[in-house]
């Protein structure tokens, strides 16, 4: 008995330090910061070939600390030209590789030497929190969460609209559009995390999940990556529905006005420069071969379900035109820097893989685009 009693008792204290130790992490845990990308994220994605030729064969995904997919930031800020860019898939760049997407390529275009002096800086950062799924709603969300953890910031891109498209549509073209955006669709690391009594769901694995990204910088491997891209365009093109007008799109104009708004004077506050960088599209008239490449336009989620209802691509363009022309209004209103991408990023197949992501080509263009703004 008395044997037994003595590994009941190391029993029932292991399992209270364990249980001390799960509630000191869930309170650790509550007060971490928001970040769009969680820390130390390590990602190789294998782009299908048979979906995706124009791109390149590995793409390499890799975020900082600040939760940026971009190189690590100074540690001293002295000298340090700082610049933040948010807004959707555009902008995360998913599929192309990480020294490829165009905020890294700015990024390059500006620590040239010339640059730099004229820039004052002995370096150029340039974080990138783009994230697909994002639209203006969510961009408001980001920046209240996340602008006040830089303090000050030398300028704030932001390139956004196809995702408030994409939102409005895919509900069916709704007369409202509140959509309150779930904290987890946003962040993907943030402290107000529910955790429960599973061995996954505990708040010691997510400390473990954290520490393996941060310290043992583990790798998540993805083959076929956006094999769903594939599906979504057969399904654009043999759908029995496709919609050629659609309903006043005045909701969805006055809610990406009021948001982008909200979002560019909070910026303000935080950055000496804000850029609007009005977000480019794959415009007609359209061949079959570029036809053959779109997906957009959905009524329903294109990458999860079967969708057999789409608005025609002419019609997705139309309203990415009315979008362009708000985004240019609120930046007149607000005050702040704007650049018109659309003549800059010629609508072919060379830049563009579909309605609104870009190839390595189109990424380069935007890159350039974008640093000469910087420069001025």
């Known amino acids: 008995m008395t044997a037994l009693t003595s590994v009941l008792e190391v029993a029932a204290g292991f399992l209270g330090l364990l249980l001390v130790a799960e509630f000191v992490a ?12 969680s820390p130390g994220v390590r990602m190789r994605l294998h782009p299908d070939p048979e979906i995706f030729p124009e791109l390149e064969r590995v793409v390499r995904f890799e975020v900082n600390s600040d939760g940026e997919r971009g190189d690590e930031a100074p540690r001293s800020k002295r000298g340090v030209y700082r610049i ?3 807004g959707g898939s555009a902008v995360e760049g998913y599929l192309l590789d990480q020294p490829t997407n165009w905020p890294a390529v700015a990024q390059r275009l500006l620590n040239c030497p010339d640059v730099l002096r004229s820039l004052k800086a002995r370096r150029v950062h340039v974080g990138n929190i783009g994230k697909s799924g994002v639209g203006s709603a969510e961009l408001v969300t980001i920046f209240q969460r996340i602008l006040p953890r830089y303090g000050h910031l030398d300028a704030v891109v932001v390139l956004t609209g196809v995702g408030d498209v994409v939102q409005w549509l895919e509900a069916g073209a709704p007369p409202t559009m509140e959509r309150p955006a779930r904290t987890a669709d946003v962040f993907g690391c943030h402290p107000e995390k529910v955790f429960g009594w599973r061995p996954r769901t505990l708040a010691l694995a997510e400390l473990w999940r954290a520490w393996r990204r941060r310290v043992l910088r583990r790798v998540r491997v993805e083959t076929r ?13 043999a759908a029995p529905d496709v919609r050629t007008s659609v309903p006043d799109p005045s909701t969805l104009l006055d809610h990406f006005e009021k948001n982008l708004r909200q979002a560019l004077e909070y910026a303000r506050g935080y950055a000496d420069r804000v850029v609007v960088a009005r977000q480019p599209w794959f415009d007609g008239p359209y061949t079959d071969e570029q036809l053959r490449h779109l997906w957009h336009g959905a009524v329903g989620k294109a990458h999860k379900e079967t969708v057999k209802t789409y608005y025609a691509a002419e019609i997705v363009a139309g309203m990415m035109a009315l979008i362009d022309k708000r985004a240019a209004r609120v930046a007149d209103a607000v005050g702040v820097e704007q650049l018109d991408l659309m003549p800059l ?11 609104c992501h870009f190839t390595p080509a189109g ?3 935007v890159a350039q685009a974008v640093a000469a703004a910087i420069i001025g």
């Open 225 to 237: 990556s956006a094999r769903w891209i594939g599906r979504a365009r057969a399904m654009r093109a």
């Open 345 to 355: 990023v010629e609508c072919t197949l060379k830049n563009y893989y579909d309605f």
């Open 26 to 37: 869930r309170w650790a845990l509550g007060r971490r910061a928001y970040y769009v990308w």
């Open 363 to 365: 990424a380069l263009a």
């Open 84 to 86: 933040l860019v948010a």
